[in-house]
């Protein structure tokens, strides 16, 4: 397995622990595990760089995982390219990432503004992190499309997408409310 994005790795070694063997998790941090598992090599990287970083050269793997690490690919397509060339042929990418229906409501609450307004808007926005208000985070927006159409255009398919759910509660109350 290939994290890209993984933090301090401790994921991958969970997954290591489960079985997976020859991983390789990268971050730009190099804030890692003190002790990594057997089978787990944690490298200092930049997931922009994939074609030429030392540590993946002649090497592929059956999944690469990006956990919420894609909004940092300056241009996606370029990265999801250069990860399918380490890509093993019967492998696949799992990639999570937030839903952006999320930052749109955010927005259109903070603006007044309509959801589809702010859904569509192509123009980025900042805000505080909620670590340190001193740091603002600025994130680029995004549309389910977009990201399908980045898998397109690096010459990969999707097997599967999810969407988060209603929880339990929130599907029974809208039976009620329509059936009402
Ligand atoms: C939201 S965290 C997710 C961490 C981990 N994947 C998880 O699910 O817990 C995003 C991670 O991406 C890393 N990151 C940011 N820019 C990066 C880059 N250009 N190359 C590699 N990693 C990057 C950050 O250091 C951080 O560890």
Redesign the pocket.
């Known amino acids: 397995m290939l994290?890209?994005?993984?933090?301090n790795g401790g994921?991958l070694a969970e997954l290591v622990a489960d079985g997976a063997t020859a991983s390789v998790g990268?971050?730009?941090?190099g804030n890692f595990l003190g002790t990594p598992p057997p089978g787990l090599e944690l490298v200092r990287?930049?997931?922009?760089e994939l074609a030429s970083m030392p540590g993946l050269a002649g090497r592929t793997f059956d999944r690469i995982l990006f956990?919420?690490?894609f909004g940092?690919a300056r241009d996606p397509v370029r990265t999801l390219r250069e990860a399918r060339a380490i890509l093993a042929d019967d492998g696949f990418i799992l990639l999570t990432r937030t839903h952006p229906i999320r930052y749109a409501v955010e927005r259109a609450e903070e603006h007044g503004t309509s959801l589809g307004e702010e859904y569509f808007s192509s123009a980025p926005f900042s805000y505080l992190s909620g670590w340190n208000d001193r740091i603002s985070l600025t994130k680029r927006r995004y549309t389910v499309s977009d990201l399908v159409n980045f898998f397109s255009a690096a010459g990969l398919w999707i097997e599967t997408a999810a969407e988060p759910q209603l929880s339990e509660d929130a599907r029974a109350a809208t039976r009620t409310s329509r059936s009402g």
Do not use: E, M
């Open positions: 994290d890209l994005g993984c933090g994921k990268v971050d730009v941090s990287g930049d997931l922009n956990l919420q690490s940092y």
